[in-house]
């Protein structure tokens, strides 16, 4: 199993969580991103690829490099969706398992929302980040891992 991570909008302490549990599993991580992004140790069995700056060259490099039984932490719903469809398992940074049978109903959600902010009608997201969110993702990439790591 590799563990990747859509790296550029993942939140330190998610990166860092994930590092640390991996690191206890001898479990390799890729972070991909459009960016150098700064980690607070080396480890050894982290990756760290920097992809094009056009938009999506780490979705793409992600999409065409992870493999089932992979992890991949992301928000990027059409990532999510491009990732399940290969039967990757695919989580996002706040405690959700991206499905199958949901991942549409998210698509189409995602291009609502984007459709209200582009009128106007829906602005401020609160993006806050704390110990209950990191928590969640604890939670569930646990659960996901030892799910993977078992198959």
């Known amino acids: 199993m590799t563990v990747w ?18 690191d ?17 140790k080396p480890y050894h069995h982290l990756t760290s690829v920097v992809c094009g700056k056009e938009s999506g060259a780490a979705d ?3 999409v065409e490099h992870a493999v ?9 719903i059409p990532l999510a969706d491009r990732l399940i469809k290969k ?4 989580i996002n940074d706040r405690g959700s398992v991206f499905e199958k049978e949901t991942i549409q109903k998210r698509l189409k959600e995602r291009e ?12 401020y997201k609160d993006n806050t980040f704390g110990k209950k969110e990191l928590s969640a993702f ?5 659960r996901e891992f030892q799910r993977l790591a078992a198959q």
């Open 5 to 22: 991570i859509d790296a550029d909008s993942c939140p330190r302490t998610v990166r860092e969580y994930i590092l640390n549990y991996t």
């Open 24 to 40: 206890t599993h001898n479990v390799p991580v890729v972070f991909a991103a459009n960016r150098v992004i700064p980690v607070q």
């Open 60 to 62: 793409d490099y992600i």
């Open 68 to 76: 089932p039984g992979d992890l991949v932490i992301t928000r990027d």
């Open 87 to 90: 039967d990757i398992a695919t």
């Open 112 to 123: 609502f929302s984007m459709q209200l902010a582009q009128i106007g009608l829906i602005g």
């Open 138 to 142: 604890a939670t569930c990439f646990d």
